[in-house]
């Protein structure tokens, strides 16, 4: 009898979290390396939320909470619906989970039946189909290009359903290309969704307050009020507030798809961390300024690192609409040889080339399941970014 769980053998662990592994081993090591792989913002926590975890342990708000958080928390997610979406929520259709990773996780736990489909748009955040297979389900991947800018059709997603979709994974700004749907694309996405009604939309909102250059950040029950009892809403705290750490995501949708969330949860981590859900509540009922404070050093460094891409021999780099990745295409360096020997076969042997040789941690592409490209997340100083991009500049230079 096999020791592991057959389930395992269909998943593999996150390329991300191994290349910002690799990078942090090899600093260790000494090498100079600039990591540009790390999927959370580089600026610190608010202090004001800080200063409310403090105040929640000082307080002995440290026991056990309701499995899915604790009202005040709930409340505030409600207002923050109502406030940013204009989404009416009770609180009973609000969950609460060790970070927006959890959230996902529990949906598909709580709802995905063996083969049930799921369909995700590539390129995808590394977790989704893993988590969908981890759960029972089968991803159904659809492609979506450069000349799309990295988002699906109304035609594609028509065509990638069946009797057997469950749910559509919806992800916008995206990691990793940091495409935004705009509200007239979105429509004609709801509107295909709308002639199926054995679809249910989990929408991953994370990026929503990371938007630049006057992009409208839109999610789909906003959009089509019809399918409000078949979308569940995620979102959480880690990326707009600078709490990865802290561990919190949240989600609203119907009533017994929370319930079954909340039935997953209890038999898995309980609850969320008390002192966080406080935390959290500051962040959401708190002030809000600092958010554009950090989306104007966020887009400064977008510009430039597109800007300094795009002056790279073979590379294609389009300017996203928001969160803190840019994708760019490298077709035009596949096939070629490096100074160090590597041949550029595909883009897992350009981020490997590219580490070893110039000392930059990327992301490749295939990660994401849209090749040849690779993730650059711009969450780092602007001195780091600008060594990086002309190391890359360099290396696609030399490659023959
Ligand atoms: C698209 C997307 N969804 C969900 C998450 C998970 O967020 P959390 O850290 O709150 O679990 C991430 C984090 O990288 C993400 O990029």
Redesign the pocket.
Known sequence: MPFLSATLDRVKPSPTIAVSTKARELKAAGHDIIGLGA??PDFDTPQNIKDAGIAAIAAGKTKYTAPDGIPELKDAICAKFKRDNNLDYAPSQVSVAT????I?YNALMATLNPRDEVIIPAPY?V?YPDMVLLAGGEPVIVEASLDTSFKITADQLEAAITPKTKWFIF?SP??PTGAGYTWGELKALTDVLMRHPQVWVMT?D??EHLVYGGFEFCTPAQIEPGLYDRTLTCN????AYAM?GW???YAAGPEPLIAAMRKVQSQSTSNPCSVSQWAAVEALNGPQDYIATNNEVFKRRRDMVVDMLNQADGVTCPMPDG?FYVYPSIAGCMGKTSPGGNVIKDDEAFATALLEEKGVAVVFGSAFGLSPNFRVSYATSDDALSDACTRIQDFCASLQ
Do not use: C, F, H, P
């Not at 970070?99 to 959890?102: E, I, V």
């Open positions: 999927g959370e970070g927006g990773k959890q996902l955040w977790s992800n995206s990691n991953d994370m990026y959480g705290v880690s990326k990865t561990r919190i995501g969160a």
